[in-house]
């Protein structure tokens, strides 16, 4: 495992944040699993013009996830000793904290809550992208959609998600 240098793994969330960003809005949730770049180029040579040989860590989209619960389609992946952690880029939707008392309380009723705020006039979408490593280590990447009134933003903090990184990292468990 490349050492664990402040910085990295926010900086890979970052460069999957602008590697989805690039294909615009509107896009179904994406995987990425996150390999040692020197393994990757030691194993794939012909890769050595299109990586950053500098990087200690890449990430490798993965084939589309299923159209099931989120949480499910999680909780059944299982990483190779090879990937070194993963990373999920997904649109959300984003409401103020006063606003959260328009939801319902109801913890099982996720549906109904995620209709409200998609409907609430203080909505915000945005692309969260939540990064883990194996040793536990977690970045997340928040870009809010700019509009016609409000200028587009990134927040970075890795406590952002935390029911997200809790399951990125249960699908790194041996």
Same mark, same amino acid.
């Given at each position: 495992? $490349? =050492?664990?240098?402040? *910085?990295?793994?926010? %900086?890979?969330?970052?460069? !999957?944040?602008?590697?989805? +960003?690039? @294909?615009?809005?509107?896009?179904?949730?994406?995987?990425?699993?996150?390999?040692?770049?020197?393994?990757?180029?030691?194993?794939?040579?012909?890769?050595?013009?299109?990586?950053?040989?500098?990087?200690?860590?890449?990430?490798?989209?993965?084939?589309?996830?299923?159209?099931?619960?989120?949480?499910?389609?999680?909780?059944?992946?299982?990483? $190779? =000793?090879?990937?070194? *952690?993963?990373?999920? %880029?997904?649109?959300?939707? !984003?409401?103020?904290?006063? +606003?959260? @008392?328009?939801?319902?309380?109801?913890?099982?009723?996720?549906?109904?809550?995620?209709?409200?705020?998609?409907?609430?006039?203080?909505?915000?979408?945005?692309?969260?992208?939540?990064?883990?490593?194996?040793?536990?280590?977690?970045?997340?990447?928040?870009?809010?959609?700019?509009?016609?009134?409000?200028?587009?933003?990134?927040?970075?903090? $890795?406590?952002?998600?935390?029911?997200?990184?809790? %399951?990125?990292?249960?699908?790194?468990?041996?």
């Amino acid at each position: 495992m $490349p =050492d664990n240098q402040p *910085g990295l793994l926010p %900086a890979v969330a970052r460069e !999957v944040d602008e590697f989805v +960003a690039s @294909a615009g809005w509107d896009q179904a949730p994406q995987l990425f699993a996150l390999v040692s770049t020197a393994e990757l180029l030691n194993q794939q040579p012909e890769l050595a013009d299109q990586l950053d040989a500098s990087a200690a860590l890449t990430p490798v989209a993965q084939d589309s996830l299923p159209d099931t619960d989120l949480a499910e389609a999680l909780a059944g992946i299982e990483w $190779p =000793d090879a990937v070194l *952690g993963c990373a999920l %880029a997904q649109e959300i939707v !984003v409401l103020p904290p006063d +606003a959260e @008392a328009d939801l319902p309380q109801d913890e099982h009723d996720d549906e109904a809550a995620r209709q409200v705020a998609a409907e609430h006039p203080q909505r915000r979408e945005a692309r969260l992208v939540a990064a883990v490593l194996r040793d536990g280590t977690a970045a997340c990447v928040l870009r809010l959609r700019g509009d016609t009134e409000r200028p587009e933003e990134i927040h970075e903090h $890795p406590e952002l998600a935390p029911n997200l990184t809790d %399951a990125l990292l249960e699908t790194l468990r041996p």
